[in-house]
């Protein structure tokens, strides 16, 4: 094995074939050194919503740069990161008010956790758990794994990590037991937020449970006046069919993350949207309640450009519509796999399409998804199996055809890879965390 001089992330370099370089990028496809196309089914790690390479978004990154390259965004403001969090605003769920700028998923969730604890410390009120949903993903430091699901991929790291709360995944019909956990958490009065991905887990394995769930903990929470983050990182900017996952639920909580789709997948940058309320914990002229946080590239002049372009493309463009058909298309070639043994649990939300692949638990496992990876890639797709949970989350540009290309290969994949299978058994507690197997 070649020892890289780059340490690839989620790699194990002792194991994987030297990385094939990307040369460009264009709507669904990448395409790599060889020339070889790639059908990007999952977004390049879910940041790209329209396609690669939008034109407008191109264009607006090109423009920002003959004005902006990184401005100092304490004591100074500029115009891209103004029009941003006015757009951002009106499109939130009612009563975020504020936009905090940072530059990736897990630091805005960072922040947010930050907001919530600074919140109940101005305040002078004693409140510091948080509560989390098992199986849940909200970034990969310290804070943000130590909210997450723990397992091997946090393993070393866990003397550091600081305890939390964890609500069991509501499952299909007992749902009760959830929201029955949160509420006997927050009767401690101790609570200080509930940080959760709206509607689907993802990283934790595609899991999707109801709206009603969601909109239950906010009343629960409401009634305990803890406050509610919504990790949006994911499924933000119309993953789920809707703009944000809590418009399903008819709820606005008190803090919303988003990031992934923010520029469309162009550039890094993400924001913590917060209400009114907790904004105002932090106002005051005792300098001691200001909101201690920053990093270097907060709110870079280009991201908020390619950010505002976005928004402009959601507004100009039929956009939603664009969902509305992935969404069919996905539906109607999920269709195919419907009493087909090999798999189990396929669901859909939104543009999200996932279904288990039946193997037998344990070592199997582990090679398993670095196969179905290396099959798929021979089939010219990008899809990186969660375990033995096998996802599409395309670009709002795939066509029909791409999509039916891929569904026939994740019928071929499924076949190759489950006749191989040592023995063919339900795989039960799959520890399918991983973003690769
Ligand atoms: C990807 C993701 C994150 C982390 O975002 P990064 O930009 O990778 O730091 C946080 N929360 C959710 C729900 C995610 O899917």
């Known amino acids: 094995m070649s020892r890289s001089p780059i340490w690839h992330p989620f790699t194990q370099h002792g194991l994987e074939p030297p990385m094939k370089r990307i ?46 390259d990184q401005i100092i965004f304490a004591e100074f403001s500029h115009e891209p990161a103004e029009t941003l969090a006015k757009g951002l605003i009106e499109l939130a769920p009612a009563g975020l008010e504020h936009v905090f700028y940072s530059d990736s998923g897990s630091t805005s969730v960072e922040v947010a956790l930050k907001m919530a604890l600074g919140y109940f410390h101005n ?15 909200h970034g990969d430091t310290i804070g943000t794994m130590s909210t997450g699901e723990r397992g091997v991929f946090n393993a070393a790291y ?10 069991v995944f509501p499952e299909a019909g007992r749902e009760q037991e959830t929201l029955d956990m949160f509420e006997s958490f927050c009767r401690s009065g101790r609570v200080a937020a509930l940080l959760i991905e709206p509607l689907v887990l993802g990283a934790g394995g ?19 006046g803890c406050l509610v983050i919504a990790d949006e990182v994911m499924t933000g900017w119309g993953r789920t069919g ?26 890094p940058l993400a924001a913590t949207l917060c209400s009114g309320d907790i904004f105002d914990a932090h106002f005051s002229t005792d300098r ?59 669901r859909q939300l939104g543009t999200i399409a996932a279904l288990d692949l039946v193997v037998p638990s344990g070592g199997y496992l582990a090679e398993a998804g670095p196969r179905m990876r290396q099959l798929f890639r021979e089939r010219g797709l990008i899809i990186r199996p969660l375990g033995n949970v096998i996802y599409l989350m395309p670009p709002y540009c795939a066509t029909a055809q791409d999509l039916t290309h891929a569904f026939d290969a994740i019928d071929e994949v499924a076949s190759i890879v489950t006749e191989t299978a040592p023995v063919k058994s339900r795989a039960a507690g799959i520890q399918n965390r991983l973003r690769e197997a």
């Open 23 to 68: 040369v460009s990028a264009e709507g669904a496809y990448l395409v790599d050194e060889d020339g070889k196309r790639l059908f990007d089914a999952i977004s390049s790690w879910w940041v790209i919503t329209h396609g690669h390479r939008h034109p407008a978004i191109m264009a607006a990154i090109r423009a920002a740069t003959e004005a902006f």
């Open 123 to 137: 305040r002078g009120e004693k409140r510091d758990r948080i509560v989390v949903m098992e199986h849940g993903y």
């Open 158 to 167: 866990e003397p550091l990590l600081f305890g939390v709360d964890r609500l």
């Open 206 to 224: 595609m899991k999707i449970y109801g709206a009603n769930v969601l909109a239950g903990l906010k009343q629960i929470a409401e009634r305990h």
């Open 242 to 267: 809707t703009m944000f996952a809590c418009e399903q639920a008819g709820i606005s909580p008190d803090i919303l993350c988003t990031s992934k789709g923010l520029t469309g997948g162009s550039l």
């Open 288 to 346: 001691r309640k200001t909101f201690f946080h920053s990093s270097s590239y907060t709110a870079n002049p280009i991201a908020c450009a390619a950010a505002v372009a976005n928004l402009q493309v959601w507004r100009d463009e039929p956009v939603a519509q664009r969902i509305g058909q992935l969404q069919e298309t996905l539906h109607a070639n999920l269709g195919r796999f419907a009493g087909d043994g090999r798999f189990a649990n396929i």
